[in-house]
């Protein structure tokens, strides 16, 4: 399942990077994970470099932020689609996790 992330605010935090706050409407949301093309600048995507949350977690399941590196908040705000949900890609099967 692709995680969706509906973007609630955008944020600097100096010598870290831009954090998109919001909540996990899908899925999951891990570190080095990547969205959906971002229009011309991220034909890539973005990619998850942090996750924040009240304590250390691994992948973010509710509300929380995510840290992307090398995007200004500003640019952020104007990539981010009118609904502001950011749809990331399905994560290679080699990464996908088995549950019982």
Do not use: S
Not at 8 to 32: P, S, Y
Not at 41 to 68: N, Q, S, T, Y
């Amino acid at each position: 399942m692709r995680a969706r992330f509906l973007v609630d605010d955008v944020f600097t935090i100096t010598g870290r990077g831009v954090v998109a706050a919001g909540e996990v409407l899908d899925g999951a949301i891990r570190v080095g994970d990547c969205t959906e093309p971002l229009d011309g600048r991220w034909p890539e995507g973005l990619r998850v470099h942090g996750l924040a949350g009240m304590r250390r977690i691994d992948k973010l399941e509710r509300g929380a932020g995510l840290l992307f590196k090398g995007v200004e908040a500003a640019e952020l705000k104007r990539l981010l689609p009118a609904d502001r949900v950011l749809v990331f890609r399905e994560p290679p099967v080699d990464q996908i996790e088995e549950r019982p």
